[in-house]
């Protein structure tokens, strides 16, 4: 996942893509986990990045910005690759490469947070929306960790 200097409409619309992709993944977990702890878990993050990407919408609508994702977004392609891949594996198969997706996924959407994103915002309202749910995503990154420690 790569991310590049944005405008506000950019980091709107990045803000709600990776929040939408989480959704998604987390739905397909709730449906294809093989254990009851990893459909909880995908039925966690599904419901934590809906309402994070709420707040989202509801801010950008406040500020007047229709999020506008990148030309070319890199990291649309990666999303629509590791969900083929997931909705392809079956079992404990599944587990592991859900798990793995979750913890690379979240180290990366943190990462542009921090290094990319957050530098380059003027908006005070959006930095601090960012800002809030940072922990979050620290937390779902953890939280996949340790799944994913249990497994092997």
Do not use: C
């Not at 506000?8 to 990776?18: E, N, P, W």
């Not at 609508?61 to 977004?73: A, E, I, M």
């Amino acid at each position: 996942y790569s991310f590049h200097p944005f405008t506000r409409t950019a980091v709107v619309a990045i803000f709600d893509a990776a929040n939408t992709w989480d959704i998604q993944a987390g739905e397909l977990a709730a449906k294809n986990g093989s254990t009851k702890e990893i459909r909880d878990f995908g039925a966690m993050l599904a419901r934590d990045h809906k309402n994070v990407r709420q707040q989202g919408r509801d801010l950008a609508k406040k500020l007047n910005v229709t999020p506008t994702p990148p030309k070319d977004f890199a990291m649309a392609k990666d999303h629509e690759a590791a969900m083929k891949k997931l909705e392809s594996l079956k079992g404990k198969e599944f587990d592991k490469a859900f798990l793995q997706h979750e913890v690379g996924y979240h180290k990366a959407v943190i990462e542009a947070v921090t290094t990319t994103l957050l530098p380059a915002l003027q908006n005070a309202e959006v930095k601090d929306l960012v800002t809030k749910v940072a922990p979050a995503f620290k937390a779902h990154e953890d939280a996949a960790q340790n799944l994913l420690n249990k497994l092997s």
